[in-house]
């Protein structure tokens, strides 16, 4: 991968990670909203850190459970959809929308690993 779009997939992941924690500290009022924001992103950070691709260049190939490509894929999208679903759930439609179009214009740029991962 290009170091610009590893730059550019860490910069969304990161900003999912961040729009996930912010609808989780909107789950409540009370005191509790911190727990949940920081909950919500560590589950989806240890779901993201736990399975990989065996040889996978863009990721190491690390992981605690090795998985076909076809669900790291599957894992990557359902982790960048929640994090445009939470910044419109917050009332960011705009960045919501912005967020989205990155994400598109990463998978576009990255057509040789999404190839690579579905024939794994």
Not at 62 to 69: A, R, S
């Amino acid at each position: 991968m290009h170091p610009v779009n590893l730059a550019l997939r860490f910069a969304l992941e990161v900003t999912a990670l961040g729009a996930m924690g912010w609808w989780g500290s909107t789950l409540t009022d009370s005191g509790w909203k911190w727990l949940a924001a920081v909950g919500v992103v560590l589950a989806v950070a240890a779901v993201w850190g736990t399975f990989a691709v065996p040889g996978d260049p863009s990721r190491g190939g690390q992981g605690l459970v090795q998985v076909p490509g076809i669900v790291r894929l599957a894992i990557e999208l359902l982790v960048f959809a929640a994090g445009t679903y939470a910044l419109r759930s917050v009332g960011r439609p705009g960045l919501a929308i912005g967020f989205g179009v990155l994400v598109i214009a990463h998978y576009a740029w990255s057509y040789e690993r999404i190839a690579w991962l579905l024939k794994q």
